[in-house]
């Protein structure tokens, strides 16, 4: 496969297999069963007929595909649920059969939720789960939680009256640019949230609970998915809101109303160990895990030999690219000369905004192993690199990534673009227009994490 062509088909390939993997209706489908009275979720077994009512809520970027799984296999069975997404990510797409992304109205209530920062209809969702797991809790009944990425700011409620939309979003937003880990954020947020960290599961304590999981975070950290409305963080790995508002030097960007709460941070209350005999169930369905997966059996189908940086993830942007070039070299050196080289590395990059341009840690990613390769591979080789979001959305731009090879920097500096000033303005996405080389998928009702797929051959 020497022809750079091919070589960039096959990335495109490799990525589309990847997201069939990850399919989160699929994932939900394939995870319960339905036979006479009992419920059959993953190894978990339910009587039904100790249940007169079944409730739902989903929330994230995969809440829809989910709800309309769960609903698939429950029919008449399921009361009621609530669904809160953002549209944003739910545009269904023309090749999708429209059961992937249809409710009934009259078991479900949608709302659509702000995606990076909250908005009024993630508080009014907050407010309708409120109302739902009241009646739940009253009817001791059976509630599902559908949770995915991206439900942190979907469904939202301050911990204290005195903060208010603005203060959740002016906060989220300095959150999310300060280039702290999904941890530390998370940590923070539940600080002044009413429904993170398990706030939103212990409003119905009288009921058997189950959550399934689309997970966006490192494995094990199911906790920090949407922030863990259903679950709080291990004691051992909780981390301090105030020490993460000191470290990034915060103090001075959040409104007063969230410090207060920070520095006056209530326990959490584990209802996962509750001591009552109660349901309590998290189980992860498909995480970056499985589409690191999906895609190095798609890349050993197209006979590359594989290579799996386990530890290449969630370092720094500028780190994390360094080190898949050195790897990636290392991987050419030891493997045979004819053979057609594929390193995949998931997870997501730190990615601190510099600039006021469009673009996101998967755009960047791409533009800087493209400037390394310039200066790292020989004229024999031919390079591809497909970085992209797998829930087809990175940053504030409208594209999922990008894909790069040998020969993006001298196309781009011979129509006058700058790579190094494009990646000073955060203005990756615009680079990757100019050149027609952004990946655009639309929303794939999925998200587990990046993805990052570096191909290399030799040359004929």
């Known amino acids: 496969m020497s022809n750079l062509t091919q070589l960039r088909l096959a990335a495109r390939e490799i990525f589309n297999a990847t997201l069939q993997g990850a399919d989160s209706y699929e994932g939900v489908r394939g995870a319960i069963a339905l036979n006479g009275s009992k419920l059959q979720i993953c190894d978990v077994t339910i009587d039904l007929t100790d249940h007169q009512k079944i409730y739902s809520i989903a929330i994230g970027k995969a809440a829809l595909p989910m709800a309309a799984a769960l609903e698939y296999v429950l029919g008449y069975r399921l009361t009621a649920g609530i669904i809160s997404t953002s549209s944003r990510y739910n545009a269904r797409r023309a090749s999708e059969p429209a059961t992937r992304s249809q409710v009934s109205n009259s078991r479900h209530t949608v709302f659509d939720g702000g995606h990076p920062e909250p908005n009024e209809q993630s508080l009014a969702a907050a407010q309708a789960c409120f109302d739902l797991l009241k009646r739940a809790d009253e009817a001791r009944a059976l509630v599902i939680f559908l949770i995915s990425g991206g439900g942190s700011a979907m469904l939202e409620w301050p911990i204290s009256e005195d903060i208010s939309l603005n203060d959740l979003r002016a906060t989220n937003n300095v959150l999310v640019n300060c280039g702290a880990s999904i941890s530390e954020i998370n940590a923070v947020r539940r600080a002044f949230s009413g429904v993170k960290g398990g706030r939103l599961a212990a409003r119905a304590t009288n009921c058997d609970q189950i959550t399934l999981i689309v997970s966006d975070v490192p494995a094990g950290q199911g906790y920090n998915v949407a922030s863990g409305p259903?679950?709080?963080?291990?004691?051992?790995?909780?981390?301090?809101?105030?020490?993460?508002?000191?470290?990034?030097?915060?103090?001075?960007?959040?409104?007063?109303?969230?410090?207060?709460?920070?520095?006056?941070?209530?326990?959490?209350?584990?209802?996962?160990?509750?001591?009552?005999?109660?349901?309590?169930?998290?189980?992860?369905?498909?995480?970056?895990?499985?589409?690191?997966?999906?895609?190095?059996?798609?890349?050993?189908?197209?006979?590359?030999?594989?290579?799996?940086?386990t530890d290449i993830s969630d370092q720094s942007i500028e780190k994390g690219c360094a080190q898949?070039?050195?790897?990636?070299?290392?991987?050419?050196?030891?493997?045979?000369?004819?053979?057609?080289?594929?390193?995949?590395?998931?997870?997501?990059?730190?990615?601190?905004?510099?600039?006021?341009?469009?673009?996101?840690?998967?755009?960047?990613?791409?533009?800087?192993?493209?400037?390394?390769?310039?200066?790292?591979?020989?004229?024999?080789?031919?390079?591809?690199?497909?970085?992209?979001?797998?829930?087809?959305?990175?940053?504030?731009?409208?594209?999922?990534?990008?894909?790069?090879?040998?020969?993006?920097?001298?196309?781009?500096r011979a129509i006058g673009l700058d790579p190094e000033g494009y990646l000073s303005r955060s203005d990756s996405y615009s680079f990757f227009v100019a050149l027609g080389d952004v990946?655009?998928?639309g929303p794939t009702g999925t998200n587990v994490r990046d993805l990052r797929i570096l191909l290399t051959t030799l040359t004929q």
Do not use: W
């Open 230 to 309: 259903t679950l709080s963080p291990p004691s051992d790995v909780a981390l301090s809101a105030r020490e993460i508002v000191a470290g990034y030097e915060l103090r001075s960007k959040l409104p007063e109303s969230v410090l207060r709460a920070v520095y006056s941070e209530q326990p959490l209350r584990k209802v996962e160990s509750d001591g009552s005999s109660y349901l309590r169930k998290h189980l992860v369905l498909l995480d970056n895990t499985s589409a690191v997966a999906a895609a190095a059996q798609a890349a050993r189908d197209r006979n590359f030999y594989v290579e799996i940086a």
């Open 324 to 412: 898949l070039m050195t790897r990636l070299l290392q991987i050419q050196q030891g493997a045979q000369q004819s053979s057609a080289t594929c390193l995949i590395s998931g997870g997501e990059f730190s990615c601190p905004v510099r600039g006021q341009g469009i673009g996101g840690r998967n755009l960047e990613s791409a533009l800087r192993l493209a400037c390394s390769s310039n200066l790292s591979l020989s004229d024999s080789e031919n390079f591809v690199a497909l970085c992209a979001g797998t829930d087809g959305i990175d940053g504030n731009s409208p594209a999922a990534g990008a894909i790069v090879d040998n020969t993006t920097i001298s196309r781009a």
């Open 439 to 441: 990946i655009t998928t």
